[in-house]
């Protein structure tokens, strides 16, 4: 099954202690991106990638780190988490937008609270 | 930079047509694209649009005029299931994604 996975789905964690939350793909997409939500700011993007060793900063990436060693994978790493980055993650991936196809898969989200 | 625009809530009752509208200001814009997530979802895509003109994909449909920077998504004959919000997305020749703030749309019976 063509899907976007992410874990942990939900984390409770307190100020300062890395994490990494991991996203894969099993649908050999070029573009993978990370986004959070938050009420009435709908989604932001944070980070993307479009292609292995090609990361490129979106709106809000303040805080956040990537990496893109391998296709299927886009980990989110949070090396010092704040209380304001508590919000509803979401990894996406899709072809190359360049080739004319703009579908993004998303995955089922990560619900992250820091203490 | 760029930023949508786009009504924050809309009610209507089962079988009505609903427009959700979504107007950008994007440097470099490429096309317009239209999710929808459900309470609890991830967002799913629904349409997208580079050129002017109407795309109809079933019940719903997406309209594009790039000299009015202006877009929106068409639900005809709402059924319940279409409780959801609805997000217009641009993608700047960066390839950066962006986001409207979303359209809470409640069905009524």
């Known amino acids: 099954e063509a899907q976007v996975t992410q874990n942990p789905r939900y984390l409770i964690t307190v100020t300062g202690k890395k994490l990494t939350v991991t996203c894969s793909q099993n649908?050999?997409?070029?573009?993978m991106s990370w986004y959070r939500q938050d009420p009435g700011l709908g989604l932001r993007q944070i980070y993307y990638?479009?292609?292995?060793?090609?990361?490129d900063k979106g709106d809000v990436p303040e805080g956040y780190k990537v990496s893109r060693k391998e296709k299927r994978n886009f980990p989110l790493i949070l090396e010092s988490p704040s209380p304001n980055q508590t919000s509803l993650y979401f990894c996406?991936?899709?072809?190359?937008?360049?080739?004319?196809?703009?579908?993004?898969?998303f995955g089922p989200g990560t619900r992250l609270t820091v203490t | 930079g760029q930023s949508l625009e786009q009504p924050s809530e809309v009610t209507a009752v089962e079988g009505a047509i609903v427009q959700i509208n979504c107007t950008y200001q994007?440097?470099?814009?490429?096309?317009l694209s239209w999710y929808q997530q459900h309470d609890g979802g991830a967002p799913t895509f629904l349409s997208y649009n580079a050129l002017d003109g109407l795309e109809e994909t079933g019940r719903f449909s997406s309209f594009l005029s790039r000299s009015d920077s202006y877009g929106y998504l068409l639900l005809q004959e709402l059924q319940m299931k279409d409780s959801a919000s609805y997000f217009c997305a641009d993608q700047a020749a960066g390839n950066k994604l962006t986001f409207g703030g979303g359209t809470r749309v409640l069905v009524k019976p």
């Open positions: 990638s479009m292609n292995v060793e090609a990361t």
């Open positions: 996406a991936s899709s072809f190359h937008p360049l080739q004319g196809v703009h579908e993004q898969y």
């Open positions: 994007t440097s470099g814009f490429y096309g």
């Open positions: 649908m050999n997409h070029e573009y």
